[in-house]
């Protein structure tokens, strides 16, 4: 062999040493980066400059529906309220999710659609709500595969 493929091979063998350790760092740091908790927002998050722009007494439905865009529910029964919820959700890695921040505008109109009041609940003068990640029970049997395919089958040839 000559001095010039000795050299070759090396720059070879070096250029696969460089490339496998940078494949080596990208994967950990990929590791490392998606071992991350998640934040998310939910809802509509309100300013106070948003807030300023409504009157008690003078503004109209109209106008909080036009600040804020549509609620996020409506109070039942023609209670005349609105309700804006905002959250901050926190999801660590292989943990149940988490509200880090919880705040809901109530907004109570009168008969003649003219705003009473503006209530605000934030997460610690709210009720604690048990968040479960478990599916609901049903009632009723509960199949295997091929018992749901002979059920299929036979449902089949009677509606023939």
Not at 9 to 21: S, V
Request: with cysteine; net charge neutral.
């Amino acid at each position: 062999m000559t001095s010039v493929s000795l050299t070759c091979k090396c720059m070879i063998c070096q250029i696969r040493k460089t490339l496998g350790a940078l494949c080596y760092g990208l994967f950990c740091f990929g590791l490392i980066g998606g071992c991350g908790e998640r934040i998310s927002e939910h809802g509509h998050t309100i300013t106070q400059v948003e807030l300023d722009t409504i009157e008690i007494g003078r503004s109209k439905r109209a106008d909080v529906l036009g600040t804020f865009g549509p609620p996020s529910f409506e109070g039942a029964f023609n209670s005349q309220k609105l309700y804006y919820v905002s959250q901050i959700m926190e999801a660590p890695v292989a943990g149940i999710n988490t509200t880090k921040a919880r705040t809901i505008y109530t907004f109570t109109f009168d008969k003649d659609n003219l705003l009473q009041s503006i209530q605000l609940t934030d997460k610690e003068s709210g009720t604690i709500v048990a968040h479960i990640d478990e599916k609901t029970p049903t009632p009723g049997e509960t199949y295997g595969a091929l018992e749901q395919v002979f059920s299929n089958i036979r449902r089949s040839q009677t509606e023939k």
